[in-house]
């Protein structure tokens, strides 16, 4: 009888310590799940001030940028030697009824006429000239939108001519436009 009795009082304490023990793991299990629903709502709150931070730089609205009409062209490249440079810098329009002799035969004159730019300012000395753009400002005046790009070659002049459509910048004034700076370009 004492060893049933024994045996019954270890079941008891082993229930006991059973018992006690599963209460501690929940509570433990308890914690951690209060611990990772605390980094979840940590989470949310970030996560909701960053999406408001992007709504609202979405939501931020923008002028266009100023655009103009263009006049088309294209650049003339020189394969067997350019003509002579003009003696100062400037802007030249030839048409078939006033242009250089020299190039009487390199266009087509009767639908095209040429453009001429020339630029003399130091500062632009040794740079080749692209022309980028012709952009219509108003009735009266085009903006020559150019890039110009360092060359090796000591002493060069920027110049560039280009074709244009016969007629379209007849009676223009003109004013030339760095296109990386986006300042005014002198001539001279």
Not at 21 to 26: G, L
Not at 127 to 144: M, S
Request: hydrophobic share 35%; charged share 35%.
């Amino acid at each position: 009888m004492k060893l049933v009795k024994s045996i019954g009082y270890v079941l008891f304490l082993l229930a006991l310590v059973a018992g006690c023990s599963q209460e501690t793991k929940v509570t433990k299990e308890e914690v951690k799940l209060g611990e990772k629903e605390q980094e979840d709502t940590i989470k949310n709150k970030e996560n909701e001030a960053e999406n408001k931070e992007q709504e609202e730089e979405k939501a931020e609205a923008y002028e266009p940028e100023e655009t103009f009409e263009e006049i088309a062209f294209q650049n003339v490249d020189w394969f067997f030697g350019s003509p002579k440079l003009q003696p100062k810098g400037g802007i030249w329009v030839y048409n078939a009824e006033k242009h250089p002799g020299e190039i009487e035969e390199t266009f087509e004159w009767e639908t095209e006429d040429v453009l001429l730019v020339q630029i003399n300012d130091p500062n632009y000395k040794n740079h080749g000239l692209t022309l980028k753009g012709l952009q219509i400002i108003d009735n009266e005046t085009v903006k020559i939108v150019a890039s110009f790009e360092p060359l090796e070659d000591e002493d060069k002049t920027p110049r560039r001519y280009a074709k244009i459509d016969k007629g379209a910048l007849d009676g223009k004034k003109f004013v030339i436009e760095d296109e990386k700076t986006g300042e005014a370009v002198k001539l001279n």
